[in-house]
């Protein structure tokens, strides 16, 4: 095992991909806070800063983007190069070589995960007021973070070995991570809908009587409405909240869109987010040792 790890980082860190990703990761996430201090010295008003947490996560909502492009072609190129192949012919056992691969693209996923996130914090730390947030819950959203490394190599480095292909790999594992962003969002959306919302309502209808104007609109355009508070039919409670609230901390990129958002909010469950990235990674690794012990290598 050691020597096979030793091989596959050795390899990794010849890669460019790899080089690339991880610069283009810090680059952002520099580039955030550079974006966030001009902000605030173009607004230049008393009393308005920007915290560190504001920025210390941003980038990272690319990671799943990222992590699907490099181990797709990181690993896949040891399908159409015959490393693979080579391993199991020195005898190397396939539950062995999976493990070595999986150890291999987590730590990839964790490097591009923490660059980003040091820089953020290095450069932040100078520009940037001191964060509302304890140093605590700064912890735990790396803690968290790095759980989500771990299911992102899993089912990234699944969907390479069941293909095989490098082409084909790459195609699935992009299309998975935008279909897993594109779902954070709208579960996201779906979450943050209020109890009430503001509408437009006739008068005869109204039960608050609030008048309702706009600077530079002329007011006959509203004549006989009023805006009033009405329940919102958007908003979740009770179990269909529970469900989606699931559903969101389970998808890995619904989990970086929540440390994306710490300044706002607290991730409001990380022992839940920690299980199921712990129990999912699990579950995607002996399902795709199984797959790779009945897979034949060409």
């Given at each position: 095992?050691?020597?096979?790890?030793?091989?596959?980082?050795?390899?990794?860190?010849?890669?460019?991909?790899?080089?690339?990703?991880?610069?283009?990761?810090?680059?952002?996430?520099?580039?955030?806070?550079?974006?966030?201090?001009?902000?605030?010295?173009?607004?230049?008003?008393?009393?308005?800063?920007?915290?560190?947490d504001q920025t210390?996560?941003?980038?990272?909502?690319?990671?799943?983007?990222?992590?699907?492009?490099?181990?797709?072609?990181?690993?896949?190129?040891?399908?159409?190069?015959?490393?693979?192949?080579?391993?199991?012919?020195?005898?190397?056992?396939?539950?062995?070589?999976?493990?070595?691969?999986?150890?291999?693209?987590?730590?990839?996923?964790?490097?591009?995960?923490?660059?980003?996130?040091?820089?953020?914090?290095?450069?932040?730390s100078v520009l940037?007021?001191?964060?509302?947030?304890?140093p605590g819950a700064?912890?735990?959203?790396?803690?968290?973070?790095?759980?989500?490394?771990?299911?992102?190599?899993?089912?990234?480095?699944?969907?390479?070995?069941?293909?095989?292909?490098?082409?084909?790999?790459?195609?699935?594992?992009?299309?998975?991570?935008?279909?897993?962003?594109?779902?954070?969002?709208?579960?996201?959306?779906?979450?943050?809908?209020?109890?009430?919302?503001?509408?437009?309502?006739?008068?005869?209808?109204?039960?608050?009587?609030?008048?309702?104007?706009?600077?530079?609109?002329?007011?006959?355009?509203?004549?006989?409405?009023?805006?009033?508070?009405?329940?919102?039919?958007?908003?979740?409670?009770?179990?269909?909240?529970?469900?989606?609230?699931?559903?969101?901390?389970?998808?890995?990129?619904?989990?970086?869109?929540?440390?994306?958002?710490?300044?706002?909010?607290?991730?409001?469950?990380?022992?839940?987010?920690?299980?199921?990235?712990?129990?999912?990674?699990?579950?995607?690794?002996?399902?795709?040792?199984?797959?790779?012990?009945?897979?034949?290598?060409?």
């Amino acid at each position: 095992m050691r020597d096979l790890l030793w091989a596959n980082f050795s390899r990794l860190f010849r890669s460019w991909v790899f080089w690339g990703a991880a610069l283009v990761m810090a680059g952002g996430a520099l580039a955030i806070c550079i974006g966030a201090y001009h902000g605030m010295t173009l607004y230049d008003e008393p009393g308005y800063t920007v915290a560190l947490d504001q920025t210390l996560f941003q980038a990272e909502q690319a990671l799943g983007i990222t992590a699907a492009i490099v181990l797709s072609l990181f690993v896949g190129t040891e399908y159409s190069g015959g490393t693979i192949r080579n391993k199991l012919m020195v005898g190397k056992s396939r539950e062995t070589v999976y493990l070595a691969g999986y150890l291999t693209c987590a730590g990839t996923v964790l490097i591009l995960f923490m660059l980003p996130s040091l820089a953020a914090l290095a450069l932040g730390s100078v520009l940037f007021s001191v964060p509302p947030v304890t140093p605590g819950a700064i912890l735990t959203a790396f803690f968290v973070g790095t759980m989500t490394c771990l299911l992102y190599a899993a089912v990234f480095y699944f969907i390479v070995v069941v293909c095989g292909s490098r082409t084909w790999a790459a195609i699935i594992s992009l299309l998975l991570a935008a279909a897993l962003l594109l779902a954070a969002v709208k579960l996201s959306q779906a979450l943050e809908q209020g109890p009430y919302t503001m509408q437009l309502v006739p008068t005869e209808s109204s039960t608050s009587g609030e008048t309702y104007s706009i600077e530079g609109v002329a007011e006959d355009m509203f004549d006989g409405l009023v805006m009033e508070t009405v329940p919102n039919p958007n908003y979740l409670s009770g179990g269909k909240r529970e469900v989606v609230q699931f559903f969101y901390d389970m998808n890995p990129a619904g989990q970086t869109a929540q440390l994306a958002g710490l300044s706002e909010q607290d991730i409001l469950h990380p022992v839940r987010i920690i299980l199921l990235d712990v129990g999912l990674s699990v579950v995607v690794c002996l399902g795709g040792i199984w797959l790779f012990r009945r897979k034949d290598i060409k």
